[in-house]
């Protein structure tokens, strides 16, 4: 999709730029039992996205189906002009689509650096840039990386994982429960990185469960409640809405 230029009411022409991911009509289920129940959803190029809601409410799921880790039902989900669930999974990597699922998903029982070496596998990148991107950001990684990936910490383990991000500079990133288990100065220093990568242009879609962390780094924000899109808009608009849910 290519920007549209727009003439706003006092005559100057802009430019918009098409969304980055469109979610469309999307049914999703685990066997007989629906979890996304019709979900509509745009995401803006290059923005912070907070997905949020009270437990059960299907953001990971959703999550899942954005980043092509499950199939819908029915419905699609476009990156760009990609539809997501008929592309294959390395070529969606290609495509610049990178998820750091909730979990982390680095591999425990490698080290630190091993881990590194399998980011090159996606091509067109060394295991000397991989290490020089993820040391920069998690100088703490340089000193680990002899160490086994499953006794690092909680903290170590998710700048394991969002070091795939760091060296694949991907085009769209999606992030599941980031602050999950860590300490809030652990916290802070990974959203200031999401930060950093946003303002280089990075669409962000992040699941939530601290609801302040996240409309705090996010340009918009959308509530779920059973399933579905409760409400969406700045996080300006969204703090009450979603202090009321979480609190209902």
């Not at 070496?117 to 000397?128: F, V």
């Amino acid at each position: 999709m290519s920007a549209q230029p727009t003439t706003d009411a006092t005559g100057a022409t802009t430019t918009v730029l098409p969304p980055s991911v469109s979610v469309r009509g999307v049914r999703a289920s685990y066997g007989r039992i629906e979890v996304l129940h019709g979900v509509d959803l745009e995401v803006p190029a290059g923005s912070v996205f907070a997905l949020l809601g009270p437990n059960g409410a299907g953001k990971s799921t959703l999550l899942k189906v954005m980043s092509g880790r499950m199939r819908p039902t029915t419905g699609e989900v476009l990156v760009g002009d990609v539809a997501i669930g008929k592309t294959p999974p390395e070529k969606l990597a290609r495509q610049g689509v990178c998820a750091v699922p909730e979990g982390r998903g680095i591999f425990p029982n490698l080290t630190v650096r091993e881990n590194l070496r399998i980011w090159t596998y996606r091509g067109g990148i060394t295991l000397k840039v991989v290490e020089e991107r993820t040391y920069e950001s998690f100088p703490v990684l340089k000193d680990r990386r002899r160490q086994m990936a499953g006794t690092l910490s909680g903290g170590e383990q998710q700048m394991l994982a969002i070091s795939r991000a760091l060296v694949t500079e991907p085009r769209v990133l999606y992030l599941d429960e980031l602050s999950m288990g860590l300490a809030p100065l652990i916290v802070a220093e990974l959203y200031e990185l999401v930060g950093k990568l946003a303002r280089q242009g990075m669409t962000i879609i992040l699941v939530e469960q601290f609801v302040t962390t996240a409309l705090a780094v996010a340009d918009h924000a959308a509530i779920m409640v059973h399933g579905g899109i409760e409400q969406q808009g700045t996080p300006a608009d969204m703090a009450d809405a979603a202090l009321s849910i979480y609190l209902s």
